[in-house]
């Protein structure tokens, strides 16, 4: 589990791919490395990766992470270079503050910054979906104005919510711009998604109760609805 709250930026020193993925090596990354251990999860951009290997006295520190296929697949890490920041965050443990959201780094798709402006010494975002398909149907049901999503790791206040459009936005200010790499994205960007999970867990129930499908289901809903209305109006 994690909280959203990146605590340190690194950098990716070397990619090395093979059939089933890649390993990826972050450097600069010793400030997160002091209580590591082999196996321990850390959430690279929003992923939860496990360490591989890591040298807290290498210079500047690194780690290793190897990604599978699905990894790359459905994340924006197949696309990192060489000297790109990326953010990082360790497990929750047991005995520190909860301050930010919960986040279990399971991301759940991408979406393009198509829209960023300066707001004062804020900055505003806006980002699209890609058309859903079978495989990957839309996140938007687990979008609301006010609500929150995770964007490569960070925990952020959802400003605005276009259904219809398949965008949403976010507003950084000057403190979260410095502290992630998301300001630093450009128009074109891809960036990685995960939803509130609560949000996820309420939409299949109330699926579940309409009777199964989501589209099924309403329409279910209906049937029994302009039912009730009509036996209603045939016994008044």
Known sequence: ?????????????????DEGGCTLTIAKSRPILG??????SIAVNGACLTVTEFDPQAEGGRFKVWLANETLDRTDLGERKVGDQVNLERA????????????QAHVDGTATII????????LRLKFQFPPPTPERPSLMPYLIPKGYVTID???????????????????LIKHTQDMITLSRKPVGGKV???VDMVG????????????????????????KVVEDVLKKKGSS
Do not use: P, Q, W
């Open 153 to 171: 790791g960070a925990s952020l206040t959802l400003t605005g919510v276009g259904d219809t459009e398949r965008t949403f936005s976010v507003m």
């Open 192 to 194: 990685n998604i995960e």
């Open 200 to 223: 996820k867990y309420v939409h299949k129930s109330v699926v579940a109760a309409l009777g199964g499908g989501e589209d099924e289901g309403l329409k279910t809903l209906i049937e």
């Open 35 to 40: 209580d590591c251990h082999i196996g321990d």
């Open 115 to 122: 829209d960023r402006f300066a707001d004062g010494e804020s």
């Open 92 to 103: 929750m443990g047991a005995h520190v503050r909860f301050g930010g959201h919960f986040v």
């Open 1 to 17: 589990m994690f909280t959203g709250l990146i605590e340190h930026l690194g950098t990716v020193s070397s990619i090395a791919t």
